[in-house]
């Protein structure tokens, strides 16, 4: 895991001392609301419909157990016990107030933590896949060159103030867990199938919001030394060509459209031609620096846990199916990649109480090398665990509430805070989502289905990604009344889609039984173990609008 060297520790300081100043003068009215609003941004912190809200960074999804307990103690300090786990694997806290702040940002400084760049337009979070390292059949561990691109960005002079915000995501396997193909920038490392040589595949101009649009390859293979200053050309051209007469025509995927992807290709190419044998050269003991950082752990040797895992499976039905649905295998033979599910039914998907994160952080410690990563699905992950202790982390897991075996299924839903929340928001989520838990809590017919991805947004900035759920959400105002459209077929994932709409948008208390309807018609038609993905792409939209629109 990265360490900050004394430049960036100070850097982070220095940030909440100037924040602290900007805070005083606004609240002593010296700073007005417009001229406050983009220093606030800068630093993550947003007005929301009932109080300040900070969004926290966790670069590429990865959080030491220092750091996790710090975010406890901040839930319990300056919120209202709890945080909210986002899809750019950051952390949200949405009771502050705003005079307690630069407190909160300085507690946060002292295990390198901060919110800088968690908003505006700016390059913000950089994310990542969140099993990196762990799984099997990883070209390359991604997250050395996430910090490289992290360091390069953060406070980037040129790229403060974009035309709109910036997001770029990196995959290192062939599942694409980063949804690498709905970001501004995605980057896939690949092999040169003619020299052998590791590098990345470039993709521009993907997207979701009002406007969803799914990445177009500018390069097939970038060498590893080319990736800042490759991306800084792809930069300097949204910088100066990118629309800021219009906040909705502003994000990289409106230029590219428009000006068509040969176009823009050539224009980056023209730039990069002046860039890349500049200082943001990338030579082979810098890579080595930053790969230092994320070695592989010292595993025990091999002891196999088959047998008590297979004894406690045969025994405990519970645990054998968390054991099958939250849990996968690793690269290192004797260990195993478990998920906790921050989605049991009774609660919002995504929120994390104080003491669940203290619980976590001590299993880390414990089990997992003291670390723990956040996924872009709103779930948490130790990535380490040998299998003789995984029965013992499995019950305190079921005792921190961290257990439901849910994951990948229709109850693994993602969603924003919606209107419980957010002052942008059309519609609630939150109340959608509990709703289809209370409508499906039969595990047993959710492992029939399969894998089912629900994605709920309250509006169509899309936080919840609807747009590329298997199942997709959006809530709409209608006269002052929520009501709720419907989308299939979406994925984020390497076979990445756009949802297609089935029809009107149906009325909140009915969205969970239209789900059924669904649900229903794809059993009805589905063909030997056929996902339902597949089934939607082969059946088309038709007979799912049929069955709930009669």
Not at 265 to 284: A, G, Y
Not at 506 to 524: C, R, Y
Request: glycine share 6%; proline share 4%; aromatic share 8%.
């Amino acid at each position: 895991m990265y360490q900050y060297s004394s430049v960036d520790q100070r850097l982070v300081e220095e940030r909440v001392v100037q924040f602290r100043d900007q805070t005083k003068r606004y609240l002593k009215g010296q700073l007005s609301e417009e001229a406050f609003r983009p220093l606030r941004l800068m630093n993550g912190l947003y007005f929301q419909t009932h109080a300040p809200m900070l969004r926290i960074a966790i670069p590429y999804g990865l959080l030491s157990s220092e750091q996790l307990r710090k975010l406890a103690y901040v839930a319990r300090t300056y919120d209202r016990s709890y945080g909210h786990l986002t899809t750019r694997q950051n952390i949200q806290f949405n009771w502050l107030k705003i005079e307690q702040v630069p407190d909160l940002l300085a507690d946060l400084a002292t295990v390198q933590m901060h919110a800088i760049q968690t908003s505006g337009n700016c390059i913000r979070n950089i994310t990542a896949d969140h099993m990196a390292g762990a799984i099997e059949g990883e070209l390359e561990d991604p997250r050395p060159y996430c910090e490289i691109m992290r360091q390069w960005s953060t406070l980037h002079p040129e790229f403060s103030f974009l035309p709109r915000k910036f997001k770029i995501a990196m995959s290192g396997a062939q599942n694409d867990r980063a949804a690498t193909q709905v970001h501004d920038i995605g980057i896939q490392i690949v092999r040169d199938p003619s020299t052998e040589e590791v590098g990345f595949r470039i993709l521009v101009g993907g997207g979701l919001g009002r406007t969803p649009v799914i990445g177009k390859v500018i390069r097939d293979f970038l060498p590893k030394k080319h990736l800042l200053s490759y991306l800084e050309a792809i930069l300097r051209i949204y910088n100066l060509a990118g629309r800021r007469d219009n906040k909705y025509k502003a994000r990289l995927k409106i230029l590219v459209n428009s000006l068509g992807i040969e176009r823009f290709t050539q224009l980056v190419e023209n730039e990069w031609r002046q860039l890349k044998d500049s200082s943001l050269t990338l030579d082979d003991f810098s890579i080595t620096q930053f790969r230092d950082h994320f070695q592989p752990f010292e595993y025990a040797p091999a002891t196999s846990g088959k047998d008590a895992i297979a004894a406690k499976r045969n025994n405990s039905p519970a645990f054998s199916a968390w054991y099958e649905h939250n849990t996968q295998s690793h690269k290192v033979a004797g260990y195993r990649i478990v998920t906790l599910s921050v989605k049991a039914p009774q609660q919002a998907p995504g929120d994390l109480t104080d003491v669940q994160m203290d619980g976590v952080a001590d299993l880390a410690d414990q089990y997992s090398f003291g670390q723990i990563r956040v996924s872009h699905e709103q779930n948490l992950i130790l990535a380490d665990i040998a299998e003789a202790d995984i029965p013992a982390l499995w019950r305190e897991l079921v005792a921190l509430d961290l257990a439901t075996p849910n994951i990948g299924s229709l109850t693994d839903i993602i969603c924003c805070p919606g209107l419980d929340f957010c002052s942008l928001a059309n519609a609630g989520a939150i109340p959608i989502a509990k709703q289809i838990n209370a409508r499906f809590d039969d595990l047993d017919y959710l492992y029939d289905l399969g894998e089912i991805k629900i994605k709920i947004s309250g509006c169509m900035n899309a936080c919840g990604h609807h747009h590329v759920g298997h199942i997709g959400i959006l809530g709409v105002d209608k006269k002052g009344e929520e009501w709720y459209q419907i989308t299939l077929g979406g994925s984020a994932e390497e076979n990445a889609s756009l949802g297609k709409i089935i029809g009107p948008s149906v009325p909140k208390d009915d969205v969970a039984e239209t789900i059924a309807k669904i649900l229903d018609t794809f059993i009805a038609n589905r063909q030997d173990q056929e996902s339902f993905l597949d089934a939607v792409h082969r059946l088309g939209i038709p007979p799912f609008k049929e069955a709930v629109y009669g």
